[in-house]
């Protein structure tokens, strides 16, 4: 029986199942704004302006958790 052994970082482990968070997140953020758009479509110009700012709030978290992966070794 051949030993396994883990090389590598467990911060990247921990990055990639922290990465479903962010993935969720834009997942709910467009759906809500398809739904708002279905229902009502003039207001789709100001749901489109709110959903770019919750992207790139939530993308921002997921930068900032890489960022950390690398740095904590």
Known sequence: MIPLEITGSLNMIG???AAV???VGIGL???????GTARQPEARGAL?????IGFAVVEALAIIGIALAFVLK
């Open 29 to 35: 953020i467009f759906a809500a704004v398809i739904s």
């Open 15 to 17: 990055y990639g199942l």
């Open 21 to 23: 968070g962010p993935g």
């Open 48 to 52: 489109m302006g709110t959903a770019w």
